[in-house]
């Protein structure tokens, strides 16, 4: 299969409803097996690093990958694993929690515009802006006619970060229920994981399927031409790096990032 179709079999179409019973948290299927995706993935880092520094020297766009997932799809794994090239000079992760007083005082966008990667750098956040429109309305936390509203408002504001040369990519990592148990179990017997583990998360999981309608929502109406949202099948972690970084690297390819080229004529130039 070409890069093209792999694409688009995780893309949510822009205007269209994403089903999430649609998707198989199991699949493997876009990859040829773990020991092809495990080169890949090497190649990929390398290939990230490299376009980061173009990136960089152009200082013309910035790129900002957004994850959401369920209490154990692996935001932090993800993170660990595919960013692991990335030169931290240019690469800033922000992770958003429940909003402090200050925040809370402010438009719901307030915290997340002030931290966009500035040009030349990539941004990831871990949770975002999507936030205010699962845990708030999972949990009933504004009236309803505030979060309906906010479909709207987050393609608006998304469009106008593209308009600024900010290039979105939005990533739902997808588990089944099953594998979730099974990951909040190893947080359990694990002593390495147990400080993971919080009796939140079993609450949270008791609401399983009102997240899932929320996160549905939040995907057929936000996903855009420029800011789609790709599900990304995460039962197994090797594969759901393999293709979050291939996702990556394709769409920064697409850019043709190019160094900027010398304003003065170079060759008049002697260091003594
Ligand atoms: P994580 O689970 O991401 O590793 P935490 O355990 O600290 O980190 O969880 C962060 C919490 O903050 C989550 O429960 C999340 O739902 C909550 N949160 C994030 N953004 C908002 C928001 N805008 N409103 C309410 N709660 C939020």
């Known amino acids: 299969m070409g890069m093209k179709d792999l694409f688009k079999t995780i893309l949510v179409k822009p205007g269209a409803k994403c089903r999430l019973s ?48 369920m209490d154990g799809g692996g935001k932090d794994g993800t993170i660990k694993h595919v960013m692991s090239g990335l030169n931290p000079q240019g ?22 515009h002030k931290a966009v990667p500035r040009r030349g750098n990539i941004g990831i956040f871990n949770r975002s802006h999507y936030e205010d429109v699962l845990v708030v309305r999972v949990h009933n936390l504004v009236p309803t006619e505030v979060w309906k509203e906010r479909y709207d408002q987050i393609n608006r504001f998304e469009k106008l970060l593209s308009e600024m040369s900010v290039v979105i990519l939005k990533f739902f990592l997808h588990i089944s229920k099953e594998e979730q148990k099974k990951r909040l179990q190893e947080r359990l017997k694990d002593e390495t994981k147990n400080w993971k583990f919080s009796e939140l998360d079993l609450k949270e999981r008791e609401l399983w399927d009102d997240y899932q309608q929320a996160y549905e929502e939040a995907l057929s109406k936000c996903s855009t031409q420029w800011a789609p949202w790709y599900v990304i099948p995460a039962n197994h972690k090797w594969y759901r790096n393999w293709l979050l970084a291939r996702t990556v690297v394709d769409t920064l390819e697409s850019l043709k990032l190019s160094f900027p080229v010398a304003r003065t004529d170079l060759s008049k130039i002697h260091i003594k």
């Open 22 to 69: 649609e998707y198989d948290p199991e699949d493997i299927s876009l990859c040829s097996g773990k020991e092809a995706a495990r080169d890949e993935m090497a190649k990929d880092i390398k290939r990230l690093a490299e376009l980061q520094e173009v990136l960089y020297a152009e200082d013309k766009r910035s790129v900002l990958i957004i994850l959401q997932a």
């Open 91 to 112: 690469c800033e992760v922000t992770s958003f929690k429940v909003p402090s007083a200050e925040e809370s005082d402010h438009d719901f966008l307030w915290r997340i």
